[in-house]
């Protein structure tokens, strides 16, 4: 049974820095692309922030977080970590890891219906 578990969200201010990062356990995170997505506030669906690829070689993000965020991975260690840099109060959300069981080293997916497993996310505040 393939386990996701979140951490590193908490509160920060506008500007600021936080580091999230999803292990995978019960499972060789190498078979899956791996993707963040988020729920703020208020919101009914969850929002694609960013993937990667099994190989790392792949990535996209939302055009909200470009050039913010870094979506990043080490198969050795089974993890996947999400750098969020210059952070605003509208990133504020609950944050979820998620992995996608795919057959190809180079492709991601931002659609939520492609993933297999999800963490149980993790919250991070950002105030003005």
């Known amino acids: 049974q393939v386990q996701l578990v979140e951490s590193g969200g908490g509160l920060v201010q506008a500007g600021g820095s936080l580091r999230l990062s999803c292990v995978t356990n019960?499972?060789?995170?190498?078979?899956?692309?791996m993707g963040w997505f988020r729920q703020g506030p208020g919101k009914e669906r969850r929002e694609f922030v960013a993937?990667?690829?099994?190989?790392?070689?792949?990535?996209g993000y939302v055009d909200s977080v470009k050039g913010r965020f870094t979506i990043s991975r080490d198969n050795d260690k089974n993890t996947v970590d999400l750098q969020m840099n210059s952070l605003k109060p509208e990133d504020t959300a609950v944050y979820y890891c998620?992995?996608?069981?795919?057959?190809?080293?180079?492709?991601?997916?931002?659609?939520?219906?492609?993933?297999?497993?999800w963490g149980r996310g993790t919250q991070v505040t950002v105030s003005s």
């Open positions: 998620a992995a996608a069981l795919v057959y190809t080293y180079d492709h991601y997916s931002a659609s939520s219906s492609s993933y297999n497993y």
């Open positions: 019960g499972g060789t995170s190498s078979r899956y692309a």
């Open positions: 993937a990667i690829s099994r190989s790392g070689s792949s990535i």
